[in-house]
């Protein structure tokens, strides 16, 4: 596969590693650590950075799939794992979880929409 925003498409993978990892340090940023709210975080960041930096060294449009739903999981997590009476846990999975689904659907939507430009 080829993109003519190759670049833009490997900047917005940088920006979903660097959510991963914000995501990952968010329970002891914001004191919740050890429950599940911080083990969620701490799964859903390290897939996320992972599943990112992988899209960076070679692009495939399943690692953004990947990271489309696991926004969407971080956004239904607080009343899928119950946790939805921590407030600081649930605003950091529903403000990351949507900024993560809106760039994840904007990168597949630019994947889409912009021809391929073949090279000799």
Do not use: Y
């Not at 340090?25 to 599943?51: K, Q, S």
């Not at 495939?60 to 846990?89: D, R, Y």
């Not at 760039?103 to 929409?113: K, N």
């Amino acid at each position: 596969m080829t993109w003519n925003n190759l670049g833009d498409l490997t900047a917005m993978n940088v920006l979903a590693a660097i959510i991963g990892a914000i995501l990952f340090i968010a329970p002891w940023a914001f004191g919740f650590g050890g429950t599940t709210p911080a083990w969620d975080a701490w799964i859903v960041g390290v897939v996320v950075a992972v599943v990112a930096i992988a899209a960076v060294a070679a692009l495939k449009e399943w690692e953004i799939w990947i990271c489309l739903v696991a926004g969407l999981w971080l956004i239904l997590a607080p009343w899928v794992l119950a946790f939805s009476t921590l407030t600081v846990a649930v605003w950091t999975h529903v403000v990351l979880g949507l900024i993560l689904a809106v760039l994840c659907a904007f990168e597949l939507w630019l994947l889409h929409s912009t021809p391929t430009r073949k090279v000799a």
